[in-house]
C-alpha cells in the first residue's frame, strides 16, 4: 500500500541514516522518531542540563529571604525570576520538538538571556564592593548555561 509519499519518505530516512557518524546514538534514536512522525527533534541530554539549571535557578532564588534585603539582593530576587521564565521557555522549545538548525540556534538564545541575568546578579554587588552570597550559585549556573549551549551548538549541526 506505499504511496508515493511514503516512499519519499522512507528514502530520505535512508539518507538521512547514510550520513550519521556512527557512535551518535542519541541523535540517531531522535531521528528515527522524526522519521516515525512528527517531524520534530528532542535531545534528552539538554533537557536533563536544563532542568537542572532551572532548579539550581529556583535554589538560588530561594536562598534570598536568608541573605537580607538589599537593593542588591531585591535585584538578583528579579534576575533568577527572569532566568526562571527564560529556562521554562527554552524547555517549552525543547519539548515542542525543534526541526531545524535555526531552532537550537534560538533556544541557545534563551540560554543566553538566563546566563546574563546571572551576571546582572554578579554585577550589582560588584559595583557594591560587597560580596555576593550568590556568587557560588552564578557560577555554577553560568557554567551549566555554556554547557547547555555547547549541546545545542552540537544539535544544531547535527539537525
Ligand atoms: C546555591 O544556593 C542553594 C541555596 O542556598 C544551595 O543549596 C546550593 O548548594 C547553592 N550552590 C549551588 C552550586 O547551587
Ligand atoms: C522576590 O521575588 C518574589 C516574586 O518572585 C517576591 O514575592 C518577593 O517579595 C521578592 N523578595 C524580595 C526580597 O525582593
Known amino acids: 500500500m506505499a504511496n508515493r509519499q511514503q516512499i519519499y519518505f522512507a528514502l530520505a530516512f535512508v539518507a538521512v541514516a547514510m550520513v550519521l557518524p556512527a557512535g551518535e546514538a542519541n541523535v540517531r534514536r531522535d531521528l528515527q522518531a522524526q522519521a516515525g512522525g512528527g517531524g ?3 535531545d534528552p541530554n539538554l533537557e536533563a542540563s536544563l532542568k537542572e539549571m532551572l532548579g539550581a535557578s529556583e535554589r538560588a532564588k530561594e536562598k534570598v529571604p536568608a541573605v537580607g534585603n538589599s537593593q542588591m539582593v531585591k535585584e538578583c ?9 527564560h529556562l521554562n521557555k527554552a524547555l517549552a522549545l525543547l519539548q515542542g520538538g525543534i526541526k531545524t538548525p535555526q531552532g537550537f ?7 543566553k538571556e538566563a546566563m546574563n541575568d546571572y551576571e546582572e546578579c554578579d554585577r ?4 557594591s564592593t560587597r560580596p555576593s552570597p550568590f556568587i557560588i550559585n552564578d557560577t555554577y549556573l553560568k557554567a551549566l548555561g555554556s554547557k547547555c549551549n555547547q549541546m545545542a551548538e552540537t544539535d544544531a549541526h547535527q539537525t
Open 40 to 42: 520534530v527533534l528532542s
Open 105 to 111: 540556534l534560538e533556544l541557545e538564545a534563551v540560554v
Open 77 to 85: 530576587n528579579r534576575t533568577y525570576g527572569a532566568a526562571i521564565e
Open 124 to 127: 550589582v554587588f560588584a559595583i
